[in-house]
């Protein structure tokens, strides 16, 4: 058993079922991705356009890819034929470009709304207080943007060591998805390697964990 392969059997007894499990590949090679893959492992997330066009081609058509970076709006065409989720949509703007270019090719393009709650300024997303404008406006949405399926929400805590903090952060992300429910948003994406045990015991459906499973990012890669 290798090391990727070990890594992922442990997390994988400490995710319960009706856990989505994102392998978080960006700045790891295909050659891990594709040990994970052999792993079983379908989930995967990558945070630059121009890393995951080539591991799309190279790696098999079954993997589901998962865009959990900041998208520039110039970059959706490019992936928006065939990932599975956009994660980070933080923006009305970006929202009406998903929608445009998914009519473009007849494809409806599922994505969850990036929501802000950490206390660093630098971490993007939806406001809570703009997150509220959004869903007095849900059927506006739904007719707005036939071609995106608002799945849900996804979120980061501040990065610290303070438990209660993360649990604080991971129990405003809930309400605010709870909010939404509306749209039929089901999924709360929250929780990578250091915080996923706390993320999912406040109610995440799905978690984000890459140096656990490949190591220390290259980012040179």
Known sequence: MNQIEQHIASIRTTIPAGVTLVCVSKFHPAEAILEAYQCGERDF????????????????????W????HLQTNKVKQIVPFVHLIHSVDSLRLLEVINRE???????????????????????????EELDQLRIKNFELI???????????????TNTDDEQE???CFREIKSLASKLSTLN???????????????????????RIGSTIFGVRNNKV
């Open 102 to 128: 998914a009519e473009k090719i007849g494809r409806r393009v599922k994505v969850l709304l990036e929501v802000h709650v950490a206390k660093e300024e630098t971490k993007s997303g939806f406001m809570p």
């Open 143 to 157: 007719d707005r943007f036939p071609w995106v399926e608002v799945c849900g929400v996804m979120g980061m805590a």
């Open 45 to 64: 997330g990558e945070s630059r356009v121009q890393e995951l066009l080539p591991k799309y081609e190279a790696l098999p058509k079954d993997i589901r």
């Open 166 to 168: 993360w649990r604080r």
């Open 66 to 69: 998962h865009f959990i970076g």
């Open 185 to 207: 948003t089901k999924q709360i994406s929250m929780g990578m390697s250091d915080d996923y045990l706390v993320a999912i015991e406040e109610g995440s459906s799905m978690v």
